[in-house]
């Protein structure tokens, strides 16, 4: 475990910033019902846990590895992933889901949500989601993919 971990309490206006960047290799995160969470994960890592929050989650991934989350969120929002990397939300119900930016070779999982609003894909990134899961809004460039399972 090589890098820097930064925790962040909550600011002015209610967002907790948890960032992870450099190796990491952690199995027991928890995000509980604070404020709005930003979560940030940067270079080598095998991120997991479980979120439990009737806020919004946003995820900044670039880089190598997995993130795999479990749990509930009422809104996730993926701003950026990038690089190599998985992120695996197929554990985690959501009322909501917004992904803004998936690039590069990155593999992001949804599970149980009602809508995805926004998915915005690029380069090689496939995004997976459920069949139940109604998509309103989609741009895909490159040889990018969106799959239903």
Do not use: W
Request: aromatic share 8%.
């Amino acid at each position: 475990m090589k890098g820097k971990l930064i925790n962040t309490k909550p600011k002015r206006n209610g967002t907790r910033k948890i960032q992870y960047d450099g190796d990491y290799k952690l199995a027991s995160l928890v995000i509980g019902n604070q404020d709005h969470v930003e979560f940030t994960a940067q270079g080598n890592f095998e991120l997991s846990g479980m979120i439990y929050s009737r806020k919004t989650v946003t995820f900044n991934v670039g880089g190598n590895g997995t993130l795999r989350f479990h749990g509930f969120c009422h809104n996730l929002i993926v701003n950026l992933a990038k690089g190599q990397c998985l992120l695996d939300f197929s554990e985690l119900v959501c009322n909501a889901v917004q992904c803004t930016s998936l690039r590069d070779f990155s593999t992001t999982i949804i599970g149980r949500t009602e809508v995805i609003s926004l998915a915005n894909l690029q380069d090689e990134a496939i995004l997976r989601y459920m069949i139940k899961s109604r998509l309103q809004s989609y741009s895909l460039s490159g040889k990018a993919s969106i799959e239903v399972y």
